[in-house]
């Protein structure tokens, strides 16, 4: 009787044990290297952008909203729907400092700020460009002092206009001079004279400045000149001789050397 040939079934079993010898992790190092080139892309286009242009990217996204303005692109209207406005100008202005060429851009900006809110003592604040940089001046008036007579204690208005102040300067990486002058009245005692109090105004100037968030690091000298750089030249009694100096110097050549009485000007 003849016998069947056995009939053998061989069963091939996948191994679920990948090892060193599987591809799945080779998938996932090379997304983990395009995302890294494509972070390290992305941090090189940023330090390729202006200043301008990154506030305005900035200020773009600040007030961006998916809602409204999914599918338009930034680049599309970048200069229509994000103007450099107060928000994004103080970003700005912290990004690059205060410079010969952007320093009557923040000229007209600081007046608008002493038209809204110190309007009723708005022609005792005088702001001016000259080559050393932006120069703030306080002066005083008959019944509107910046300071105690004969004193270098600051009146409530002098708080006032050193506050406004400070809020618009205090984000702008510029140095600090802070300068004290005085009429030529003088003093019967030769122990304290103009000297001392223009000096000792100009230290409570930098003190209430800084109490309202003025970096003491950005303060490059505090200086009182008594009354040898008048304001009002031809009367030297006038009161508006009378002021606190507060000026934003230039970056670095302007800063070393800078004349207080060049360029002065009464005008606003």
């Keep these: 009787m003849d016998r069947k040939p056995a009939i053998i079934i061989r069963k091939i079993r996948k191994s679920s ?4 010898h599987g591809g799945s992790w080779k998938v996932a190092y ?3 290297v395009t995302a890294m080139m494509a972070f390290f892309l992305l941090l090189w286009l940023v330090t390729m952008v202006s200043p301008e242009k990154r506030a305005r990217i900035a200020h773009y996204f600040k007030y961006f909203s ?5 599918g338009t692109s930034f680049m ?4 229509r729907v994000t103007p450099l406005t107060k928000d994004s100008q103080s970003i700005l202005s912290s990004v690059r400092g205060l410079t010969d060429r952007n320093a009557n851009e923040f000229r007209t900006s600081l007046r608008r700020q002493i ?4 309007s009723d003592i708005k022609d005792q604040i005088m702001v001016d460009v000259f080559e050393g940089g932006v120069r703030i001046q306080l002066v005083d008036k008959n019944g509107k002092e910046m300071f105690e007579i004969g004193s270098a204690q600051p009146t409530p208005l002098a708080e006032r206009i050193l506050k406004v102040v400070t809020d618009n300067i205090k984000n702008i990486p510029n140095r600090v001079a802070i300068e004290g002058h005085t009429d030529a009245l003088s003093y019967r005692s030769s122990s304290y004279t103009n000297w001392e109090l223009s000096t000792e105004r100009a230290l409570s100037a930098r003190k209430v400045m800084e109490k309202y968030g003025l970096n003491p690091d950005r303060i490059s000298r505090v200086a009182g000149y008594a009354d040898t750089v008048p304001l009002i030249a031809d009367n030297p009694l006038d009161p508006r001789n009378r002021r606190i100096s507060i000026i934003l110097l230039f970056p670095p050549k302007n800063t070393l050397e800078i004349n207080p009485a060049k360029k002065l000007t009464a005008g606003g």
């Design 17 to 20: 044990h990948h090892g060193t």
């Design 30 to 32: 090379a997304d983990f």
């Design 66 to 70: 998916l809602f409204e303005k999914s």
């Design 76 to 79: 599309q209207y970048q200069e």
């Design 115 to 118: 038209e809204e809110k110190l």
